[in-house]
T-cell receptor, first 115, second 111 residues
Framework: DAGVIQSPRHEVTEMGQEVTLRCKPI?????LFWYRQTMMRGLELLIY????????DSGMPEDRFSAKMPNASFSTLKIQPSEPRDSAVYFC?????????????FGAGTRLSVL | GENVEQHPSTLSVQEGDSAVIKCTYS??????FPWYKQELGKRPQLIIDIRSNVGEKKDQRIAVTLNKTAKHFSLHITETQPEDSAVYFC??????????FGAGTRLTVKP
């Protein structure tokens, strides 16, 4: 398996533009997570899905952020409109929850720069 | 919700010395505690984890201890090597996928 695949790896955009980040989880995994990483705030959980259903989006910073998981093999995180403070590395992770254990496998991340 | 605190934020050791990173958590229902290592420019990767029914787990040079009563757990790295230099994150969850990460510890191993 190729692991969790994210695209694009880098995104540079101007303030006000719409940004869409994409994630393909590991085949067979039933949970998917979106994280944002910055120097100031560390690794923040934005939202996670179980069996394609959003379970907790309390980490989503504001209404400009939205996430979807239309099927088990694809998810998007959209920012509209984007702002400079959204600049960060966005990670997608997936896991196969089995009892207590929840090993999350991270994608390579998307480095977003909003000018 | 769960709150995880991690100390220290930076740690510098001499090659061959031991390194210890400590985390505390707030939710007594948390029962799964992984540690992730993130090298510069790379993704976080799991290095070791522990469940609440175990007090200690070891894997070669790394070990994790858990004190459920005090709600803290620690990562121990012995015989550190320069390739251990990275940011280490602890995390806690109730096994329900809602995992919360600590702020991270930047470990530098000086040759």
């Amino acid at each position: 398996d190729a692991g969790v695949i994210q695209s694009p790896r880098h995104e540079v955009t101007e303030m006000g533009q719409e940004v869409t980040l994409r994630c393909k989880p590991i085949s067979g995994h039933n949970s998917l997570f979106w994280y944002r990483q910055t120097m100031m705030r560390g690794l923040e959980l934005l939202i996670y899905f179980n069996n394609n259903v959003p379970i907790d989006d309390s980490g989503m910073p504001e209404d400009r952020f939205s996430a979807k998981m239309p099927n088990a093999s694809f998810s998007t995180l959209k920012i509209q409109p984007s702002e400079p403070r959204d600049s960060a590395v966005y990670f997608c992770a997936s896991s196969l929850q089995s009892g207590t254990v929840n090993i999350q496998y991270f994608g390579a991340g998307t480095r977003l720069s909003v000018l | 919700g769960e709150n995880v605190e991690q100390h220290p934020s930076t740690l510098s050791v001499q090659e061959g010395d031991s390194a210890v990173i400590k985390c505390t958590y707030s939710d007594s229902a948390s029962n799964y505690f992984p540690w992730y290592k993130q090298e510069l420019g790379k993704r976080p990767q799991l290095i070791i984890d522990i469940r609440s029914n175990v007090g200690e787990k070891k894997d070669q040079r790394i070990a994790v201890t858990l004190n459920k009563t005090a709600k803290h757990f620690s990562l121990h790295i012995t015989e550190t090597q320069p390739e251990d230099s990275a940011v280490y994150f602890c995390a806690a969850s109730e096994g329900n996928n809602d995992m919360r990460f600590g702020a991270g510890t930047r470990l530098t191993v000086k040759p």
